[in-house]
């Protein structure tokens, strides 16, 4: 009879969760649910001794950023792609979407419907049969999480006195697609643009829960944020701050702007090394 009772009670409890009833997996996973994401050190403007802002470009086709593009379907009920989670967050009023990095200009509801070429067209269509009616029809065109290419960064490089440490925080983040016409249709020659720009310790408590996959181990259940904060990611940097606030493609090209963007980042390294005295 006991048996027979607990039986009853875990069948019930199944069916007001609304959980599968079979387990898929050998283990049934007990952590918790809802994370906060991991608090950064405190920092005051008179322990920055040196900083610099840096933009990086987040490439999905490389094999490390990978995660950040899987699922490519929706299917999945405990994991998101990252463009999934920032469009639900957006259109659901969660995160506020910008249209420039200085984080000024929020967008609207009506230009986040008209991004990627999104819109709404009318045109005249003819019947193939006689008596070849023509009417007008309407033309509802979506823009699809799946134009997302890359993503680009901003962060800042900084050297804290306080904890004698070069360090970096990443201050917003936007999603890359390549420029398409009115009509919706990529441009010869597109450039991959942003959609909107997301300011991200704004986000950063979606993202910490928010899992995506680690092609290493199933049983390590990485969020978004883990891998933005230990760095866990292929990157190269795209632009630095500058006089004239140009990008590095506007002044260099090929073989030339691979090896500038390698002197960026050197250059951050040097620095801290010359912060020190032995």
Aim: aromatic share 12%; net charge negative; charged share 30%.
């Amino acid at each position: 009879m006991l048996a027979v009772f607990l039986s009853g009670i875990n069948i019930s409890f199944s069916q007001q969760t609304g959980q599968p009833s079979v387990l898929d997996g050998v283990y049934v996973r007990e952590h918790y649910p809802y994370r906060v994401a991991t608090q950064l050190a405190y920092l005051r403007e008179a322990d920055v001794m040196w900083s610099k802002k840096i933009w990086r470009i987040i490439n999905l086709q490389e094999k490390m950023n990978l995660p950040f593009a899987w699922p490519l379907s929706k299917q999945m009920h405990d994991r998101k792609s990252l463009i999934d989670v920032i469009m639900d967050a957006v259109e659901e009023g969660s995160i506020t979407a910008y249209k420039e990095d200085e984080f000024i200009n929020p967008m609207t509801k009506e230009e986040l419907l008209k991004i990627g070429g999104a819109g709404v067209d009318s045109t005249t269509i003819t019947d193939p049969e006689p008596p070849y009616n023509v009417h007008d029809t309407v033309i509802v065109r979506e823009f699809s999480r799946d134009k997302i290419v890359a993503y680009r960064i901003k962060e800042e490089w900084f050297f804290d006195k306080q904890r004698s440490v070069m360090d970096v925080r990443i201050i917003g983040i936007a999603p890359l697609y390549f420029e398409v016409d009115e009509k919706g249709n990529q441009r010869e020659g597109a450039k991959r643009v942003p959609t909107f720009w997301i300011y991200f310790p704004e986000i950063r408590g979606i993202l910490a829960n928010s899992e995506c996959f680690n092609p290493h181990n199933d049983a390590e259940r990485r969020t978004y944020d883990d891998i933005f904060q230990k760095r866990m990611f292929a990157s190269y940097v795209m632009k630095e701050s500058n006089v004239f606030d140009r990008r590095i493609e506007e002044y260099r090209q090929g073989m030339d702007a691979l090896v500038e963007a390698e002197r960026i980042k050197n250059d951050i390294t040097n620095m801290e090394h010359d912060l020190w005295e032995y």
